[in-house]
């Protein structure tokens, strides 16, 4: 009895083992090929100003759907169009509910040290999916900071 079982088993390890190249390709399949949990219908993202200055607050309206609910995290940063530079604000953690929804953004304030000139908000997003995390960029439309 032990020796027949040996048998079955030896045999189910030669099909499994020729069964695995299968199983890889399967997987590498749905692994390149997984969708974005989230998705911006909207972008980039209407503000409630084209002319802002430094230490002035402003809101941007987000259309986000989410093909099931979804953990992500973002940083932002305020991009000179102009110039190229940089300059980050903290960023955040939060979950996005299954189905599209449209979002007036917390407000945010034009830092006080931005110099003038032509700027977007960018946001860089990891969305967790179900076999690999998603990385995109969204953006909010352009903006002008004015000197006080």
């Not at 909207?42 to 979804?70: H, K, M, W, Y």
């Amino acid at each position: 009895m032990i020796k027949a079982a040996k048998q079955v088993l030896a045999r189910l390890g030669d099909k499994f083992v020729d069964f695995l190249p299968f199983l890889a390709v399967i997987f590498w399949v749905a692994y390149a090929l997984e969708p974005a949990p989230l998705w911006y219908p909207n972008e980039p993202f209407p503000i409630s100003e084209e002319a802002l200055v430094a230490g002035d607050e402003f809101t941007f309206e987000i259309q986000r759907c989410a093909a099931r609910s979804t953990n992500y995290t973002w940083t932002q940063e305020f991009l000179n169009t102009d110039t190229d530079e940089r300059m980050a604000v903290p960023g955040s953690l939060a979950t996005a509910p299954k189905g599209c929804s449209t979002i007036k953004s917390v407000i945010k304030t034009i830092p006080e040290q931005l110099p003038a000139g032509n700027y977007r908000l960018i946001f860089k997003i990891t969305a967790e999916g179900i076999l690999k995390d998603h990385h995109f960029v969204v953006r909010t439309a352009g903006f002008k900071v004015i000197n006080k």
